[in-house]
């Protein structure tokens, strides 16, 4: 998750010198007046078709390097994006858009339609943990794992008779008897390693996931707080 005031798009070029080859930058301003909805961008990402998407608080923003298109909700249409107020973006393997807002749950963009799909919490056991969307990553499955202010969840995708996919989500309960607190819900960040191993940022502290262990729902998980010599439960953010 990503806390950028304007957005700034780097363009290289090459100064060639006869010992070493050397690179300059040039930053070009992309702002309001240059069609970006609104000017805290939460995040950014890059589609297989080259488009830069940014989710701001007033809009989904794509960018093809001339111009921007803006996606925003649209009252009356079921089918418009659920929210503005935007946080995190990931494009999956299979090349999909996943949008992550502030309390109006996820969003999965149609491209051939311009339309998106909205998953929310509900009553059922089904739906996702809750709707606000703190992170999203993805495993070397192809599975989608979604971070919320109240849980861990993994995205589980099938075919139904029809040949459409149904889309369901599984909550991984965090819970520490050592430790015992609400707070290992409250997701922050979620970090993917390469040897099938989850890290989650928490607002009690970091959780380790080894994927490799055991079977889905019961993997093996492992807490760190400050009773473990960590020096704080707060963690914002992991990165490898």
């Known amino acids: 998750m990503r806390y950028l005031i304007v957005l700034l798009i780097l363009a ?5 010198t006869s010992d070493a080859q050397q690179q300059t930058y040039k930053a070009t301003h992309l702002s309001l007046p240059e069609g970006l909805s609104q000017s805290s961008v939460m995040d950014i990402v890059q589609d297989s078709k080259g488009f830069i998407w940014m989710s701001t608080q007033d809009g989904l923003n794509r960018y093809d390097g001339t111009e921007f298109k803006v996606f925003r909700e649209e009252p009356f249409d079921s089918t418009s994006i659920s929210s503005n107020n935007l946080n995190p973006l990931h494009v999956d393997s299979k090349g999909r858009l996943w949008i992550g807002t502030i309390n ?3 969003n999965l963009y149609l491209e051939n339609s311009d339309q998106f799909l909205h998953f929310k919490s509900s009553e ?9 969307i703190t992170d999203i990553t993805e495993d070397r499955s192809g599975s989608l794992w979604v971070g919320t202010a109240t849980g861990l969840n993994r995205l589980i995708e099938t075919t139904n008779e029809k ?6 989500f599984e909550f991984i309960q965090l819970i520490n008897a050592d430790h015992d607190s609400s707070g290992w819900n409250h997701i922050i960040d979620i970090y993917y390693a390469n040897d099938n191993k989850l890290w989650v940022a928490t607002r009690e502290g970091l ?13 093996s998980i492992k807490y760190f707080a400050a009773a473990d010599d960590y020096s704080g439960n707060f963690v914002w953010e992991v990165i490898g």
Request: glycine share 8%; aromatic share 8%; charged share 10%.
């Open 207 to 219: 959780v380790f996931i080894d994927l490799n262990n055991s079977l889905l729902p019961n993997p």
């Open 104 to 106: 109006h749950g996820l």
């Open 124 to 132: 059922s056991k089904k739906s996702i943990s809750g709707n606000l």
């Open 12 to 16: 290289s070029a090459s100064i060639f």
């Open 163 to 168: 040949g459409n996919i149904d889309y369901s």
